[in-house]
């Protein structure tokens, strides 16, 4: 059975690769550590917070992969500590966020066990622009008919 795409329509075209983000994304398993907030804190800005508590900057990563924002934790276990309760584990983590063509990240910052991931949505250019039609040059009338009848009976080349 074949599965029907969001993007079928003859009317949408070039959303292959958007449609294979969707496909990733709905496969992707939600994980829950850290726990984080999105926050929109202007018109066109918007806040990752991640709670990381236990992590200092050097055991933090952000990286921008394509369109996937990517942030790492890692903390090394110190082996010659003695626990007799064990409650905050020395964990990893990888938290992947799909990030909309023309997001920019601004800029990253740790406060109190939260990391700030800042991003920010330009304004988008309103790009108009005029195509030209080319008329061809009949060699005769009647060969331009011809090449007309051609093309309809072939479709668009």
Do not use: W
Not at 33 to 44: F, S
Not at 83 to 112: P, S, T
Not at 130 to 149: C, F, Q, R, V, Y
């Amino acid at each position: 059975m074949s599965r029907v795409s969001m993007f079928s329509s003859p009317l949408f075209l070039g959303f292959e690769d958007f449609e294979r983000t969707l496909d990733r994304i709905s496969k992707m398993q939600p994980e829950g550590y850290p726990p984080y907030n999105i926050e929109q804190i202007g018109e066109n800005r918007l806040c990752i917070t991640l709670a990381v508590a236990g992590f200092s900057d050097n055991d933090l990563s952000i990286q921008l992969e394509d369109n996937q924002l990517v942030i790492r934790g890692r903390q090394e276990d110190v082996g010659d500590r003695v626990f007799l309760h064990r409650g905050i584990a020395a964990r990893q983590f990888q938290r992947n966020y799909v990030l909309a063509e023309g997001i920019e990240v601004e800029g990253a910052h740790l406060d109190n066990g939260l990391l700030h991931v800042e991003l920010a949505r330009p304004e988008p250019e309103i790009r108009v622009r005029k195509i030209e039609i080319s008329t061809a040059k009949p060699h005769g009338a009647h060969d331009a008919t011809l090449e007309i009848n051609h093309a309809a009976a072939r479709g668009c080349e």
